[in-house]
T-cell receptor
């Protein structure tokens, strides 16, 4: 069974640009969550999508947005990039639902903002 | 607010046991997790414990949960060089579909 895949693995952008990251969950998984990892703040929850609907959101500005497609693949978009957006962005998939759902993480996308 | 606390570094000798500690804040967390992250990699779920359990053992890993003190620990027996990584403790506040809240991670350093 293929794991969670994220593309691209590395990305370099300049301030003010926008970026779109992609995540393909494990087959059969309907929930996708996004996290930002930085040395200073650690791992922080961005948002979670389940069946194409945003089910929960962390404390990030509106520049961070996402969506999920009918095949459960998800994208996250960051507009008007700032230097502080440089981070490892991790995506995790799970079956979804309200009971225990193990989250499987992808390798991440390393975003560098210059 | 919600916060998960871990010490930043732990150094142990190869072959000894490693004990990584964590305190969490949300008593409604249904599950508590330990993740491992190796350099340049994503997160790997090591083990988890349901909040009504005190202990869970899985091969070299033992998780202890003290719900009264909101304290979680991960013991790695016979620590090997391949165990060198960052270990994250995480809780799911609200116990449902909310995102996980992670600690800052403990860097486990193995001395030969």
């Amino acid at each position: 069974k293929a794991g969670v895949t994220q593309t691209p693995r590395y990305l370099i952008k300049t301030r003010g640009q926008q970026v779109t990251l992609s995540c393909s969950p494990i087959s059969g998984h309907r929930s996708v969550s996004w996290y930002q990892q930085t040395p200073g703040q650690g791992l922080q929850f961005l948002f979670e999508y389940f069946s194409e609907t945003q089910r929960n959101k962390g404390n990030f500005p509106g520049r961070f947005s996402g969506r999920q497609f009918s095949n459960s693949r998800s994208e996250m978009n960051v507009s008007t990039l700032e230097l502080g957006d440089s981070a490892l962005y991790l995506c995790a998939s799970s079956r979804g639902g309200s009971s225990y759902n193990e989250q499987f993480f992808g390798p991440g996308t390393r975003l560098t903002v210059l | 607010g919600e916060d998960v606390e871990q010490s930043l570094f732990l150094s142990v000798r190869e072959g000894d046991s490693s004990v990584i500690n964590c305190t969490y804040t949300d008593s409604s967390s249904t599950y508590l997790y330990w993740y491992k992250q190796e350099p340049g990699a994503g997160l790997q779920l090591l083990t988890y414990i349901f909040s009504n359990m005190d202990m869970k053992q899985d091969q070299r890993l033992t998780v202890l949960l003290n719900k009264k003190d909101k304290h979680l620990s991960l013991r790695i027996a016979d620590t090997q060089t391949g165990d060198s990584a960052i270990y994250f403790c995480a809780e799911n506040p609200g116990g449902g579909a909310d995102g996980l809240t992670f600690g800052k991670g403990t860097h486990l350093i193995i001395q030969p």
